[in-house]
C-alpha cells in the first residue's frame, strides 16, 4: 500500500469516527425523549457526502474540510465567548476537520 492510500484510509477513518459521535448523540438524545438529538443528524451527513467524496476525490474533500473548519470553529469561538467558557474548547471542534482536511490534500497529492 502507498503512502497516498494510508493518508486516504486514516482520513476516512477519521470522518466515519465523525460520523459515530454526532449519531451517538442523536440517537442517544431522540431515545431519552429529546427531540433536539435531530440537530446532530445534519453534521452527520455533512461529513457522510465528504467521505463518499473523499473517497474518489480526497483532495477536493481535504479542502472543503479546511474551508468548513474555520467559520465552524469562529462560530464555536462565539458561543463560548457569550457563554463565558474558555475560547480554547473550540480546538475540541476546530482540530479533527483540520487534521482530517490535511491529510485528504496529502491523499490527494498522488
Known amino acids: 500500500m502507498d503512502a497516498e492510500a494510508r493518508w486516504k484510509r486514516a482520513a476516512l477513518v477519521l470522518l466515519w469516527l465523525g460520523i459515530a459521535f454526532y449519531l451517538s448523540f442523536a440517537v442517544g438524545e431522540l431515545a431519552g ?64 476537520p483540520v487534521a482530517t482536511g490535511l491529510a485528504l490534500l496529502r491523499a490527494g497529492r498522488g
Do not use: E, M, N, T
Open 33 to 96: 425523549g429529546d427531540v433536539s438529538g435531530v440537530q446532530h443528524f445534519l453534521p452527520a451527513a455533512i461529513l457522510a457526502v465528504l467521505a463518499i467524496v473523499a473517497w474518489k476525490h480526497p483532495r477536493r474533500a481535504g479542502i472543503a474540510l479546511l474551508v468548513l473548519a474555520v467559520p465552524l470553529g469562529a462560530a464555536y469561538v462565539a458561543v463560548l465567548v457569550v457563554k463565558d467558557l474558555p475560547p480554547a474548547w473550540a480546538l475540541w471542534v476546530v482540530l479533527p
